[in-house]
């Protein structure tokens, strides 16, 4: 009897702890739309920012925020995906290089963000001639994906049961095809879920882009131009533009639904891709 | 010659054309065969000095007790080997002649002439279609016809055909696991190797499936040469042509016993292999 008592108990204050979850949750959207829905109409999302922001829309913004997370990607995905493979199919565990690698991950995945701007501004910015740039920032963006989308791939790929390399090298099968028909397409939902993470987190990343791609709320005319992207317009409305709360809330709102639209493309996309890999 | 056998009487020409249709007493010819062969796991032997002729289109089933080495000797073979880390293979073994030990082979060609069976059927996460495209277009198959062929071919070899050809284009892993066995069976039947190994093909299956994948393997017999590991001493005395009994020595697996299948179970050499037949040890 006190043994279900104390069963009932613990059970209840996980619920509680889990209700809590849902609570914050709850709140921070709730707080967001609440503040922000009414301001939010074609007019916001397609129109430029005017008054510093206070009045107007986000549209330039978008458009930089998008540029910036294209080559943010085009540069993450290519160099993950190969160092991932590099680490789990060619690099033993023992060698030194990949010890090294992974260190060196590890150091990357603790770096905060302000470090990153720093590094990046030395870098892209002033080093690489790039200046204040969507290039700069998409590109020291990159560097703080990387590691995440390293790690997702490289869960992906060693997800896959040894028994299909087993069977695969049993039927001749070079390294290069198992790579390819087998171990990659097995890897896709983990890479997915890397990008999401990795844009998730340079959509909220603030800091590292203050310093490498500026706060110019214009249209970019090019990457190489100085772009501001929505957690920066955020940030400088409810910082730097007194009375510009107001659309700050309403480009909280914003951002908030481009993250909940990617996570759950992403997770659409996993389950397409994994019923066409067995179809064909 | 020939005029000789003209000149004949005609009772003495019938003589020898009876004795001529009489089945040839030939003995199959030696297809792979180990000499002395070790297997090392970095300083631990996991096999001693195996020395093991395999015939062409027979059965041969190794049998005994657990680590002493069955699944290794079964890796040389294809130099499967190759895949483990810390792995270091001594002594000889040959297929048709050809050195597999310590040489540089092409691998994809001996793995396309020595096919495996492993344990836990492994299909690919892929439709039943493409399990066995895969491995025909890594070995240049490609053309259509030839492709489809080769698949009815060998789904029919296994008796799959009439379960599955209506839904060839479904994941292979919807199939029960016998169906997947006899899937696997025929992913590697559809390169046309000339040896199966088969590493414990029905432990993992249910009594059923087990039945019928060991009648399957019973008819593959002749037209290839098998190595069947087992612990199943009653499917060995069903199927095998010949046994060989594995045993642990000194901490190292080696060769106790191998005979022809009657008398391995019926006048056995060695004591060891009466106890183990008797079911008094192992």
């Known amino acids: 009897m006190r043994e279900s008592r104390t069963d009932r108990l613990l059970e209840l204050a996980c619920w509680c702890s889990a209700f809590m979850v849902l609570a914050i949750a709850g709140w921070i959207l709730f707080d967001v739309m609440g503040h922000g829905f009414r301001r939010v109409d074609l007019n916001f999302l397609l129109g430029s920012p005017i008054d510093a922001g206070r009045q107007g829309g986000i549209a330039p913004i978008l458009v930089s925020t998008v540029l910036i997370l294209g080559v943010c990607m085009t540069v993450a995905v290519p160099i993950g995906v190969g160092a991932a493979v590099a680490l789990s199919e060619y690099g033993s565990e023992g060698r030194r290089a990949t010890r090294l690698i992974r260190a060196s991950l590890d150091v990357l995945a603790g770096i905060p963000s302000i470090v990153f701007g720093l590094f990046g501004n030395a870098l892209f910015c002033r080093a690489l001639g790039m200046g204040f740039s969507i290039a700069s920032g998409g590109l020291t963006l990159a560097c703080m994906a990387l590691p995440l989308v390293i790690r997702s791939t490289e869960e992906g790929l060693r997800s896959v049961p040894v028994e299909y390399r087993h069977a695969a090298a049993a039927l001749g099968m070079s390294r290069t095809s198992t790579l390819v028909h087998l171990l990659l397409p097995a890897a896709t939902p983990g890479l997915l879920v890397g990008l999401v993470l990795g844009i998730g987190r340079a959509l909220a990343e603030t800091a590292a882009l203050l310093f490498t791609s500026g706060y110019v709320s214009r249209w970019p005319t090019s990457i190489f131009d100085s772009g501001r992207t929505l957690s920066v317009h955020i940030y400088d409305l409810s910082m730097n533009v007194p009375g510009g709360d107001g659309n700050s809330h309403a480009s909280a709102l914003v951002l908030v639904a481009l993250l909940i639209g990617i996570n759950l493309t992403a997770s659409l996309m996993a389950n397409v891709w994994l019923r066409r890999r067995i179809r064909t | ?282």
């Open chain 2, 1 to 282: 010659m020939r005029n000789a056998k003209q000149r004949m009487p005609e009772t003495l020409a019938l003589q020898s054309n009876a004795e001529r249709r009489r089945p040839p007493r030939i003995l199959p010819r030696i297809h792979v065969e180990t000499r002395k062969l070790t297997l090392r796991y970095g300083p631990h032997v996991a096999f001693r000095d195996i020395t093991l002729p395999i015939r062409q289109g027979e059965i041969t089933a190794i049998v005994g007790p657990s680590g002493c080495g069955k699944s290794s000797f079964l890796a040389c073979l294809n130099r499967l080997t190759d895949l483990f880390t810390d792995c270091h293979v001594t002594g000889s073994a040959t297929l048709v002649g050809e050195e597999l030990v310590g040489t540089e082979i092409d691998l994809t060609s001996l793995r396309r002439r020595v096919g495996m069976i492993f344990q836990k059927p492994n299909p690919f996460p892929l439709t039943i279609r493409r399990n066995l495209e895969l491995p025909l277009r890594e070995h240049a198959v490609s053309d259509r016809h030839e492709v489809q062929s080769r698949m009815e071919e060998v789904l029919r070899a296994v008796g799959l055909w009439d379960e599955v050809h209506a839904r060839l284009d479904t994941p292979a892993l919807r199939l029960s696991g016998g169906q997947q066995q006899r899937l696997c069976i025929a992913r590697a039947l559809v390169l046309r190797p000339e040896v199966l190994l088969l590493d414990e093909p029905c432990s993992a299956l249910d009594p059923i499936s087990s039945g019928v994948v060991e009648d399957l393997i019973h008819r593959l017999r002749e037209t290839y040469t098998l190595v069947i590991v087992t612990h199943n001493l009653a499917q060995a005395r069903r199927i095998a042509d010949h046994v060989a009994l594995f045993w642990v020595k000194d901490g190292a697996g080696h060769l106790a016993e191998h005979s022809r299948c009657r008398d391995f179970f019926e006048s056995p050499k060695c004591e060891l292999t009466a106890a183990y037949v008797r079911g008094a040890r192992g």
